[in-house]
Nanobody, 126 residues
Framework: VQLQASGGGLVQAGGSLRLSCAAS????????MGWFRQAPGKEREFVAG????????KYTDSVKGRFSVSRDNAKNTLTLQMNSLKPEDTAVYYC????????????????????WGQGTQVTVSS
């Protein structure tokens, strides 16, 4: 599967952005999907994920209540709606796909994912 992330940009604190990840290749619902981010000088970290069947969701604690992850298996798209953005959300955001696996499970670690998009920059100014 090929992944293409988009939607990043520069926004003031308190603002919103919507990231999209378009997938091409094998049937989208074969993959568990996730969003990760990497800030300068820091390790890449899990942000949010959605299970293959769309029933399962998972968020890292720092974004709960502010971010929402969704997927449209008919359109082969994963979306991350980010509200109430904070300067500490500044990072390059990556979408990732985990092939096969359990349909309702959300995978939350880097090593579990098989495919990665190119990343999109999100910058939140204070």
């Amino acid at each position: 599967v090929q992944l293409q992330a988009s939607g990043g940009g520069l926004v003031q604190a308190g603002g919103s952005l919507r990231l999209s990840c378009a997938a091409s290749g094998r049937t989208f619902d074969y993959y568990g999907m996730g969003w990760f981010r990497q800030a300068p000088g820091k390790e890449r970290e899990f942000v949010a994920g959605r299970s293959k069947d769309g029933r399962g969701t998972k968020y890292t604690d720092s974004v709960k209540g502010r971010f929402s992850v969704s997927r449209d298996n008919a359109k082969n798209t994963l979306t991350l709606q980010m509200n109430s953005l904070k300067p500490e959300d500044t990072a390059v955001y990556y979408c990732a796909a985990k092939g096969g696996g359990i349909s309702y499970r959300v995978y939350g670690t880097l090593s579990e994912y098989d495919y990665w998009g190119q990343g999109t920059q999100v910058t939140v100014s204070s």
